[in-house]
């Protein structure tokens, strides 16, 4: 059973710029969620999406935007890169909300 | 505020040996708690999940333990291992969704031969 993937892997952006980046969750798995995760805040949650909707969101700016598609594929969009977005990004999926998260391997992004 | 305090930071201990890390946690209320493993520029992998009622649980050399109405935890590694050199997060959820999660800031764990 293949786990939770990530693309890409690696990204290096010039402030200003827009990036998006994506997710494939587990088969049957229908809660995505995202979290920025820096060495000085640990991970944060950005934000979960079930079944094409937005369910819950983290205290993020509205530069950071998300969706999902029927697949359950997700989505992550950051406008108007700033240094301080450099950061790991990882995508997580579950059944169902409040069950068991397994994490994808994250998209290193670097704003230079 | 919710708040997750992970202690130590940091560790460094010989290969063979044990070790516990502590997770106080001020998350009211509480639905359920959540060890992660996670290496070096990879993501978390999820090692135990408890709720309310439990006390312990064990995946194999790795047993956390629960005390709710102190609201802390700790994860017990057995016999290290050089792959146990990882960060480690508590993760603890309210009811009511993601918005009810918190996440501790971790313990960076070395283990050394």
């Known amino acids: 059973k293949a786990g939770v993937t990530q693309t890409p892997r690696y990204l290096i952006k010039t402030r200003g710029q827009q990036v998006t980046l994506s997710c494939s969750p587990i088969s049957g798995h229908r809660s995505v969620s995202w979290y920025q995760q820096t060495p000085g805040q640990g991970l944060q949650f950005l934000f979960e999406?079930?079944?094409?909707?937005?369910?819950n969101k983290g205290n993020f700016p509205g530069r950071f935007s998300g969706r999902q598609f029927s697949n359950s594929r997700s989505e992550m969009n950051v406008s108007t890169l700033e240094l301080g977005d450099s950061a790991l990004y990882l995508c997580?999926?579950?059944?169902?909300?409040?069950?068991?998260?397994?994490f994808g391997q994250g998209t290193r992004l670097t704003v230079v | 505020k919710n708040q997750v305090e992970q202690s130590p930071q940091s560790l460094i201990i010989l290969e063979g040996k044990n070790c516990t890390l502590q997770c106080n946690y001020t998350v009211s209320p509480f639905s359920n708690l959540r060890w992660y493993k996670q290496d070096t520029g990879r993501g978390p992998v999820s090692l135990t999940i408890m709720t309310f009622s439990e006390n312990t649980k064990s995946n194999g050399r790795y047993t956390a333990t629960l005390d709710a109405d102190t609201k802390q935890s700790s994860l017990h590694i057995t016999a290290s291992q050089l792959s146990d050199s990882a960060s480690y997060i508590c993760v603890v959820s309210g009811p009511g969704g993601y918005q009810k999660v918190t996440f501790g800031t971790g313990t960076k764990l070395q283990v050394i031969p």
């Open positions: 999406y079930f079944s094409e909707t937005q369910r």
């Open positions: 997580a999926s579950s059944r169902e909300e409040n069950t068991e998260a397994f």
